[in-house]
């Protein structure tokens, strides 16, 4: 993505947190994340994040999801001596659509992109409004989608180590 894009797509999360009620720093607006997973399809799939701390305790991060923006199928492995990332999700404005390993839903309230459904495999759906939140234990398959209206998500975990994710899609690039 070029600087331009990139730009852009800051911008209109600003404006999700402010309606969110989130105020960032001027660093942290300008260190916000926004990753399309090397797919080149950011409105379809992607993330824009912010990291307030990352330690080898814990870890606090508030992210956006444009209107039906979809983050791909991944796990959070063990490394090392730790069992993966364990973290919970909260949201804060909109609806989140979060699928998880267990007893599948029968008719989802939303679907992937159709031409990279085979790269989705869970289908426990949780839905999270406002204020409510989910914890997903390590080493556990999940994906997520924003509602029509996008959504604000803070999530709260273990060290995160986003290079090690696990993605059910090869062709998935996370740095």
């Known amino acids: 993505m070029n600087d331009e894009k990139v730009n852009h797509i800051r911008k209109e999360c600003l404006r999700y947190f402010k309606q969110a009620g989130i105020a960032l720093t001027p660093e942290e607006k300008e260190n916000m994340e926004v990753t ?48 993966g990332k364990e ?50 234990s390590p080493n556990t398959l999940h994906w997520f989608q924003a509602g029509e209206t996008g959504a604000v998500v803070s999530e709260f975990s273990t060290q995160s180590t986003d290079e090690n994710d696990v993605f059910t899609d090869p062709a998935v690039q996370r740095v």
């Not at 007893?103 to 459904?117: A, F, G, R, V, Y």
């Not at 085979?118 to 997903?136: A, D, M, R």
């Open 87 to 136: 973290e919970t999700f909260r949201c804060r404005m909109g609806r989140v659509y979060l699928y998880v390993s267990g007893t599948e839903t029968p008719n989802p309230s939303i679907l992937p992109p159709q031409d990279k459904m085979n790269h989705f495999t869970v289908w426990k759906e949780v839905l999270l409004k406002p204020g409510e939140q989910y914890t997903i």
């Open 36 to 83: 399309d997973f090397g797919m080149g399809r950011l409105r379809e799939m992607g993330l824009q994040l912010v990291v307030y701390i990352n330690t080898e305790s814990y870890c606090a991060k508030e992210m956006v999801l444009l209107p039906r923006q979809t983050c791909p199928e991944h796990l959070h492995p063990p490394i090392g001596t730790s069992k």
